[in-house]
């Protein structure tokens, strides 16, 4: 079973984020990055398929220079190659359909039963190339996957629903799932595995390579404004009788605030 895996390399979740002077985006100086957690186990569910069904995991990252160390951690942990989307043309595609593109371009060649998504990104959180890419490919998919059984020629998936409901569904494949963090237990790479890594294939793949322009990365939304949330603290009075008083706090618990 050969499974492509998308990843993503964030700001670490210590990172002291700031502004940055253009006040569209956060200040990308002096920051570390890792590898997006939700990315990180669809990633471990690729490998635990793959000791279950052999194949291969295959590792998809768009992103600058620095992304390579994500890259490279995921080859440690067992992926057997990686695709690097790395030139100044890629640096348009900034939305998730512009990603989702870029992407798709990437795979058009390749052979896979699976691609595996993390849910949504630690950054942006849109929660969107994984379904995109799979428009784009022709996939089936399912988002927000639990536990991945792989059958004959079909996949047989648990995504979680609302308010603590689950549902089975069965794709045929390929097809493309989005994982929900929390799925199994991430494990570390070895020295044994960080060895091995060095000796792995990453292949740096360029727009033109995939016969795109900077036209074709062009973002279609925007972020025109990034701010700190402000605090702001209230006092309000609730009068009357006990028992109205209590439903009265009720409802703006429910209805205001949002916490019941």
Request: charged share 30%.
């Amino acid at each position: 079973m050969n499974i492509v895996v998308c990843l993503k390399q964030v700001p670490k979740k210590d990172s002291i984020l700031r502004i940055g002077s253009d006040g569209k985006w956060i200040d990308e100086r002096d920051i570390s990055y890792e590898m997006s957690e939700a990315d990180a186990y669809a990633l471990e569910e690729a490998l635990r398929q793959k000791e279950k069904h052999g194949g291969e995991v295959i590792v998809v990252s768009l992103g600058p220079e620095r992304a390579r160390q994500s890259i490279k951690e995921a080859l440690a942990k067992g992926a057997d190659r990686a695709i690097h989307l790395f030139d100044s043309v890629f640096d348009t595609a900034t939305d998730s359909a512009a990603v989702a593109r870029a992407i798709s371009a990437a795979l058009k060649d390749e052979k896979y039963d699976l691609i595996l998504t993390g849910l949504q990104s630690d950054d942006y959180g849109f929660a969107q190339v994984g379904l995109i890419v799979a428009e784009q490919l022709g996939l089936p998919s399912a988002t927000i996957v639990m536990e991945v059984q792989p059958e004959d020629s079909a996949v047989r998936v648990k995504r979680e629903l609302e308010s603590g409901w689950f549902q089975w569904v069965r794709l045929p494949m390929p097809a493309l799932l989005t994982i929900q963090s929390g799925i199994n237990q991430l494990r570390y790479a070895t020295l044994k595995g960080i060895m091995a890594a060095k000796k792995k294939e990453i292949r740096e793949v360029k727009a033109a390579d995939i016969g795109l322009t900077s036209d074709d990365l062009k973002p279609g939304q925007v972020i025109e404004r990034a701010y700190l949330p402000e605090k702001t603290k209230r006092t309000e009075f609730i009068e009357g009788k006990p028992a109205e008083a209590a439903a009265k706090l009720v409802e703006k618990l429910r209805f205001d605030a949002r916490v019941i």
